[in-house]
């Protein structure tokens, strides 16, 4: 039985309060100089019910800055990039923008990430220069500049630095290719066994083609887009962003379950797209499953992967060793069961994005999608589910569910006839940079979310 390293069991992540405050008292100014910015973070707000901090890409602030932000927390960025004449630092221990020192004289930048810099002017009936060429790993435009605040909006495909560049000679055909190889691939397999070697085998080739992390853009962006095409949720919120031009770039996580055979396939899959461990979760006999949490740096992606577990499992390193086949299904075995893996057929459970969550919540009822109750309600975070959406179900996977003694006559009949929720939008807000998750609300709504207690209900 192997144990995960330390640093891979970490639960402890700070408040980082003191840093948020600055990154905040930043935005204020820069928004009271910058009439644009203004505008754009009041209709953020009401017409998305988001909030300008959770879109800010990075800023560029004067060197005299450094002092306090390193005492806060900040350092030096080893992964980015900076353009000449400035100096990058991020926060590793806290969700916040990046900062870009400038050492001569010049605005201050306030950059806001949005999914494509060209649909952003758009949708804001703007026409103007745009640095970097079409698809290349970092686009920018500038959007206006006022009082000596300027607004700036980027796009980044697999790169976490701030310097743009071309594209190699045919490597656009072969990033095209790569999206339409992954967005048209093959979904339903007899076997789960085959569905993972069929992918691994595409992702292989991705891979090669793109390489490792612009494959990762690639995945991850359509995943979002074919989790969405099965979520109303996902449907009604991604097109209130995009009338603001703004995509999904205020995502926060994205949630993967897998039965106990293949986990470690997932975790082949995702350190193949330059995904590294984090924290672990083992609950065991509490609820019944186990979490490893994974975060891929430079395309700035974290996954959230959910299996089941068994009490005596809780000191295993499940993400390196396979599970062995169990009696019981628990709720994440039975989804996949009843859905299929979520990286080969059913896409992710949930796509979880930070929010107002108070405003979303009541912009969502307008629209006639209802939250269910709040399954993290701290000072620092919050979270919650819209209600699930109902897939139908699969005849010969119900049955072979019925057959090997895991599902009974009523399940199967109920299963068959009404189907099984699938999917959800998350609902999340954080405070004071927190970067982890609450693990015992976790166990909490994975026990609400059991198919057969819906059907209980």
């Known amino acids: 039985m192997t144990s995960a390293p330390s640093h891979e069991q970490r639960f402890d992540w700070p408040l980082c309060q003191l840093a948020e405050e600055l990154v905040l008292q930043r935005l204020e100014s820069f928004v009271e100089r910058n009439a644009f910015a203004r505008s754009l973070s009041h209709r953020m707000r009401d017409e998305t019910g988001t909030l300008l901090i959770d879109w800010v ?118 990033q095209l290719d790569a999206q339409e190889w992954w967005r048209h691939r093959q979904r339903q397999f007899a076997d789960d066994a085959e569905g993972w070697r069929h992918t691994h085998e595409l992702l292989d080739r991705l891979i090669a083609l793109t390489g490792r992390d612009l494959a990762c853009h690639i995945v991850f962006a359509e995943e979002r887009t074919f989790w969405q095409s099965r979520n109303r949720a996902a449907c009604v919120q991604k097109a209130r962003q995009d009338r603001l031009g703004l995509g999904w770039a205020n995502h926060d996580h994205h949630t993967f379950r897998s039965s106990r055979r293949h986990f470690v396939d997932l975790m082949r899959a995702l350190e193949k797209l330059g995904f590294e461990r984090r924290e672990r979760y083992y609950t065991g006999k509490e609820a019944g499953w186990g979490a490893q949490i994974l975060e891929q740096s430079h395309e700035d992606i974290v996954a959230f992967c959910d299996v089941d577990l068994l009490p005596e499992e809780t000191e295993l390193d499940f993400s390196r060793e396979q599970l062995p086949p169990s009696s019981k299904l628990g709720t994440i075995g039975l989804w996949v069961g009843l859905h299929g893996e979520s990286f080969v057929q059913a896409g992710m459970h949930h796509l979880e994005c930070r929010f107002d969550h108070e405003l979303l919540q009541e912009q969502l009822e307008r629209e006639g999608v209802k939250t269910m109750k709040p399954f993290s309600d701290l000072p620092f975070l919050w979270q919650a589910f819209t209600e699930g959406e109902r897939w139908p179900v699969k005849r010969e996977r119900a049955q072979r569910l019925h057959d090997a003694g895991l599902v009974d006559d009523a399940q199967l009949r109920q299963f068959m006839q009404e189907g099984a929720i699938g999917s959800h939008l998350e609902n999340l807000q954080r405070k004071g940079g927190f970067k982890g998750f609450n693990q015992k609300s976790v166990s909490a709504i994975i026990a609400v979310t059991d198919p057969r207690k819906q059907m209980a209900h």
């Open 57 to 174: 890409d990075h800023l560029v602030l004067p060197a005299s800055d450094e002092k306090p932000f390193r005492a806060a927390g900040y350092t030096d960025d080893p992964l980015a990039d900076a353009p000449a004449g400035q100096h990058a630092l991020w926060h590793p221990e806290a969700m916040l923008p990046r900062i870009l020192l400038a050492q001569n004289a010049g605005p201050m930048v306030l950059a806001l990430r949005v999914e494509s810099v060209s649909v952003f002017l758009f949708a804001h009936g703007l026409s103007l220069a745009i640095e970097g060429v079409p698809l290349s790993r970092y686009r920018w435009a500038c959007i206006t500049e006022e009082k000596g605040a300027r607004l700036d909006v980027v796009e980044r495909r697999g790169y976490r630095g701030f310097v743009h560049a071309g594209h190699a000679a045919n490597a656009l055909e072969a």
